[in-house]
């Protein structure tokens, strides 16, 4: 929408209002809400849980837990992802550095996606898990295959 129009419509009392100039699509892949003919519940958004995550300065001593998907997410101080850490390496020295384990390629998924599109790559066979991120690479959460075999 253009700027003149975000301002008239905040004018008219509306307060959820946004100047957007990147796109639909973009829009949709930053996890913002849409109408349209797919439901909310057909979008990968809607079967994201909470990740486990841990910093790339951290230690593996600072892991706890057992985390969603068997993977703690590598985040930076803005959500950003750049990585994942398997659950197995709780095994090594308490003082090893989280920056000198972590799997910079991570398999990412976009809360626009359809459920169904999903469901077909876990039926691939090569994934577990899938992170899903908004456009600019912030966390929203993970879904494991098991979440996509449950609602599928």
Request: net charge negative; glycine share 10%.
């Amino acid at each position: 929408m253009s700027p003149r129009a975000a301002c008239r419509l905040t004018q008219l009392g509306f307060t959820d209002v946004y100047d957007y100039v990147e796109g639909k699509a973009a829009w949709m892949a930053s996890g913002l809400p849409v109408v349209g003919t797919v439901r909310d519940d057909e979008r990968v958004a809607s079967l994201a849980r909470p990740a486990g995550t841990c910093t790339i300065g951290a230690t593996v001593g600072e892991l706890d837990g057992e985390p969603p998907g068997n993977v703690w997410v590598v985040v930076d101080d803005a959500g950003v992802v750049h990585g994942e850490v398997r659950s197995a390496v709780a095994r090594l020295a308490p003082t090893t550095a989280i920056a000198d384990v972590v799997q910079p390629g991570v398999v990412t998924a976009r809360p626009s996606m359809r459920v169904s599109e999903l469901a077909e790559k876990f039926d691939e066979g090569f994934m577990s898990h899938v992170v899903v991120t908004r456009l600019d690479g912030t966390l929203i959460g993970i879904i494991e295959r098991e979440d996509v075999q449950r609602r599928w």
